[in-house]
């Protein structure tokens, strides 16, 4: 007989996830994610929550604190405080840990305490508190529970870098505290001993007067022990540990469970420890690896290509040591620059040549300071000869060095705006102008506009990131949302799950050609009208003569402009609805973040667009909606409040959410000004408020 299961105990915090699903915040699905996330961490539902994304942290603790009648204070806020150490002495460590809370602030006038505590739904967590201090009265603020850990190891202990792994996400210091040189490459690192052991990490720094710290991975495959007992290694037996084959991008290690994204994860742990000594630039590969994933995905590389891409945005700048960092933007712009990255470019290839790095991550980092007009450098590779990693890495690692760094090319830091017009400035010279295009898309949110103000959408179907990525971003310009596609099969399952006006297909598809998805697309009833142009290298003369057998729209041979193409789908589709054959399906739902796109900007598009349906809204613990018919807005609730009042209420939300619903019709009329008398008055009221 099978024994039964044993069931595993709820993690600590589990209550809030249930207020969270209560109040609509959250769904079931996801607090069922953050449970197993939570299980496989060890660590509170609440933290795993903002860990795995599913709430940000900003938007969690505004929740709480008007859930439970407070404020809360920021990991940010947090992490710069000046605590005395009077107030250190109210609250004994022990305490503090054992009930996760820390002190900021004690009133001697009138004996109270103020402490950042996670548990605000224990009830009995003040008299345990009152108990410990004697304070007459406690006060408590929402707050992280990595952030209250991270700042009882900065204050109790006198760690430094506690706050490192909530700053970059990759660190942890559960006994500290820990010191690291400001050149850890050239100096302490390398009498180190590096190896992976089941279990957890730690690093033992050899020079003496170093207190012992504890570094582990969020992986629960993957630990990184620094061990200055044994036999000496260097940097490269970390990575050549988990022998990563450089042909499939799968990992082996001493745990036979260990793959791609642990190893990944490896590396992510390793280069934060060696740049933690980089003030201006803590944290800046784990950045660059985050965002080349986003870009990664979106552009649809294959899996076994993002895995070395990823690997070369870590350690793109391992080996660099250098008195500046070396970007492609400066390289490329000054001589000093240019001298060093020429002497120092293949430094992390040399500290890794012992690991089978993946080809993908060989080819980025070789072809880092090249340029797309051919002036750069070691071979002289122009447009896309140079590899797409690289092209995606010098731009990303640039742009994360004018945010992030005041020592950059412009002497302060920049804004996501000033920093995207930056690469701008060089596109087709330094960068790839479509990337640049599709970067600048990603990072400002453009594209959520374009989806409100979409016309369609369009499902690409094709093999070839390259062609595909051109042509979806000048669909987007032109205010269509694209699917993306990479064989027939895909494209029918996304046929099936999504609603689609067009689909542009090549015909050599796998596994399965373009024609045989045309024949299938007009077998269905959701699909039989959906008009087909199909943009392929096919150029013979029974080809064209199938695919307008068979009822495509259009037949179209590449190379082919993207401006063509673009005119063709507008065509087609506008042609479609004049015969009301089809509703634009972006109409059917847009959702976004208020801090992409505030809200008196999205109730201008959609009264501008004459757009119908129901803007749901939510922030702080707050939730309203706006119905809309034909641009008109005819219903406000918020609150109690009703009509007028309502909608200029909700004018001063801001870092929360919205969704349209277009297929709500309003079920009463309380607003009868236009739009744009509305947001008017509205403005002068918040103007007057300030």
Not at 60 to 84: C, G, M, P
Not at 301 to 315: F, K
Not at 465 to 492: C, F, H, K, S, W
Not at 544 to 551: D, K, V
Request: charged share 25%; net charge neutral; hydrophobic share 40%.
């Amino acid at each position: 007989m099978l024994a039964r299961p044993v069931a595993r105990p709820p993690p600590q915090g589990q209550r809030v996830l249930d207020r969270l699903v209560q109040d609509r915040r959250i769904t079931p699905g996801q607090r069922d994610s953050v449970v197993t996330a939570a299980h496989r961490s060890g660590d509170r539902a609440d933290e795993a929550l903002i860990e795995t994304g599913i709430m940000g942290e900003e938007a969690f603790l505004e929740w709480a604190a008007a859930t439970y009648k407070t404020r809360f204070v920021s990991t940010k806020k947090l992490s710069r405080a000046d605590i005395d150490r009077t107030t250190l002495e109210w609250l004994p460590r022990r305490v503090a840990e054992k009930l996760l809370v820390f002190p900021i602030l004690f009133d001697r006038r009138t004996q109270s305490l103020s402490v950042v505590a996670a548990d605000l739904d224990d009830d009995d967590l003040v008299r345990q508190v009152q108990v410990a201090t004697g304070a007459r009265e406690i006060k408590l603020y929402a707050g992280r529970p990595g952030a209250i850990r991270a700042a009882i190891h900065k204050f109790y202990d006198g760690d430094p870098h506690a706050f490192a792994r909530l700053e970059r996400g990759t660190i942890e210091y559960p006994s500290g505290p820990a010191r690291l040189d400001d050149d850890p490459l050239g100096g302490e690192l390398a009498r180190l001993d590096l190896t992976l052991t089941p279990g957890r990490a730690e690093v033992v720094p050899v020079t003496p007067g170093y207190t012992p710290a504890v570094a582990t991975s969020r992986s629960p495959n993957i630990v990184l022990r620094l061990d200055p007992e044994g036999e000496r290694r260097n940097l490269q037996k970390v990575t050549s540990a988990t022998g990563v084959d450089a042909g499939t991008g799968r990992t082996g290690s001493l745990d036979a469970g260990v793959q791609a994204k642990d190893w990944l994860e490896t590396l992510n742990v390793l280069v934060a420890l060696l740049e933690n000594g980089r003030t201006d630039l803590r944290g800046h590969s784990a950045q660059v690896a985050r965002m080349m994933r986003r870009l990664c995905e979106r552009i649809g590389l294959p899996e076994r290509d993002v895995t070395g891409i990823l690997a070369a945005a870590y350690i793109h700048d391992v080996g660099k040591a250098s008195s500046f960092h070396l970007t492609a933007l400066n390289v490329a712009e000054y001589d000093g620059h240019r001298v060093q990255a020429q002497k120092t470019h293949t430094a992390p290839l040399k500290l890794f040549e012992a690991t089978a790095l993946p080809e993908s991550c060989t080819r980025t980092l070789t072809s880092l300071y090249e340029r797309f007009d051919g002036a750069g450098f070691p071979d002289r590779l122009s447009g896309k000869e140079i590899p797409i990693g690289a092209r995606l890495l010098a731009i990303v690692e640039t742009y994360a060095d004018l945010v992030q760094s005041a020592r950059n090319p412009y002497r302060r830091k920049l804004s996501a705006k000033e920093g995207c017009d930056a690469l701008a400035q060089k596109r087709g010279t330094i960068f790839d102008p479509n990337l640049v295009d599709l970067f600048a898309s990603v990072v400002l949110g453009d594209d959520l506009r374009r989806r409100l103000e979409g016309h369609g959408r369009v499902l690409i179907v094709d093999a070839d990131p390259e062609d595909t990525t051109v042509l979806e971003l000048r669909l987007i310009e032109q205010g269509y949302d694209t699917l993306i596609a990479r064989n027939a099969a895909d494209a029918r399952k996304l046929l099936e799950a999504q609603d689609v006006d067009l689909v542009l297909s090549e015909v050599d598809l796998t596994p399965y050609d373009g024609f045989t998805l045309l024949e299938q697309m007009r077998s269905f009833q959701k699909t039989s009208a959906v008009p087909v142009v199909f943009l392929t290298r096919r150029s013979d003369r029974e080809s064209i003569q199938r695919g307008f057998a068979l009822g495509s729209a259009d037949y179209l041979v590449k190379p082919t402009s993207a401006d063509v193409i673009v005119a063709k789908a507008r065509q087609i589709l506008e042609a479609a609805a004049a015969k009301g054959a089809s509703k634009p399906s972006t109409s059917r739902g847009v959702s976004g973040s208020l801090t992409e796109m505030s809200l008196p900007d999205v109730v201008q598009i959609l009264a501008y667009g004459r757009k119908s349906g129901q803007l749901r809204v939510s922030a702080k613990g707050q939730s309203g909606e706006v119905q809309f018919l034909e641009g008109q807005i005819h219903h406000a609730m918020f609150g109690q409040d009703r009509g007028d009042e309502a909608f200029y209420k909700m004018l001063s939300l801001t870092g929360g959410e919205f969704a349209l619903d277009p297929d709500v019709k309003p079920t009463a009329r309380t607003i009868h000004a236009s739009a744009e008398t509305l947001l008017l008055e509205g403005l002068r009221r918040l103007d007057e408020a300030r």
